[in-house]
């Protein structure tokens, strides 16, 4: 399906956000949740649900990467420390890899020290990094804000052309 203009639906007494496909069906926002502890993935899947949201789970980087070219998600949700990748590896290469650089990526660790935060943004190049344990008030507003913000646009090389 092809995702189409961002438009705000009433469902029942909510209001969800969500695109239309070019065949005018409502679609949720779709996020994945990548973290090797089952229950966390679990009520992390079972509290965006209640927003309104697709959840989509992976229990390590590898699986993670995989289903991100599979369903092109809206947000990526990464444990840091996993078997296979850490969080901060799959970051990066959702973030170096041209057709999934625009994708969301935040980190969501119980490693919050200042270096694992400066890590997060400088080699995972992550848009935000939530600790653990969840405080769920900030990590539904960093959702919302990241799944409604506008793609950064790529550093133009080059010479800036001059106005004539």
Known sequence: MVRGKTNIV??????????????GSFMKKRIIVCD????IRSLLKWFFQ??????????????????????KPDLVLLDIMMPDLDG???SRR???DTSLQDIPV???SVRSSPDDIRRSMDYGRAD????????FY???QTVKDLTTRKPRKPARLGPTPKNT
């Open 36 to 39: 090797d502890e089952k229950d």
């Open 138 to 140: 900030k990590l539904n």
């Open 106 to 108: 935040s980190m969501l």
């Open 50 to 71: 209640s927003k309104d949201y697709d959840v989509i789970e992976a229990e390590n980087g590898l699986q993670c990467l995989a289903k991100i070219k599979e369903e």
């Open 94 to 96: 959702i973030k170096e």
């Open 88 to 90: 901060w590896e799959v």
């Open 10 to 23: 009433k469902q029942g007494y909510k209001y969800s956000q969500g695109q239309y496909n070019t065949r």
């Open 128 to 135: 935000q990094h939530v600790e653990k344990p969840i405080d």
